[in-house]
């Protein structure tokens, strides 16, 4: 299993950013594809990004497109998310998760095999 630990999270105003890393254990991090999710108090889990194992492939969520850009770096085990243009809609924990032995990403939570612990985004209007 691969262990997952999220960073980055924190209080900003509307219109700010921040970056979110999330580490992962084991050596074949390579072979993931990482998605981002988000949860508000009292709404389900949803998808926010997601980035294929080479990097080569994005995915995000309508809310997020032109605002926040998945990236990775294979050699530090580790994938981000910059949040730019953050909204006080934008308010949630932050979840980084890993799928393996398929071909994409997905957008459905079920999709992933392992998760990290979350950390707590805030953006004050």
């Known amino acids: 299993q691969v262990q997952l630990v999220e960073s980055g999270g924190g209080l900003v105003q509307a219109g700010g950013s921040l970056r979110l890393s999330c580490a992962a254990s084991?050596?074949?991090?390579?072979?993931?594809?990482m998605g981002w999710f988000r949860q508000a108090p009292g709404k389900e889990r949803e998808f926010v990004a997601a980035?294929?194992?080479?990097?080569?492939?994005?995915d995000y969520a309508d809310s997020v497109k032109g605002r926040f850009t998945i990236a990775r770096d294979n050699a530090k085990n580790t994938v981000y998310l910059q949040m730019n243009s953050l909204k006080p809609e934008d308010t949630a924990v932050y979840f980084c998760?890993?799928?393996?032995?398929?071909?994409?990403?997905?957008?459905?939570?079920?999709?992933?095999?392992?998760w990290g612990q979350g950390t707590q985004v805030t953006v004050s209007s």
């Open positions: 980035i294929g194992w080479s990097g080569g492939s994005t």
């Open positions: 084991g050596r074949t991090f390579s072979f993931y594809h």
């Open positions: 998760a890993a799928r393996w032995g398929v071909i994409a990403t997905s957008q459905l939570p079920d999709g992933y095999n392992s």
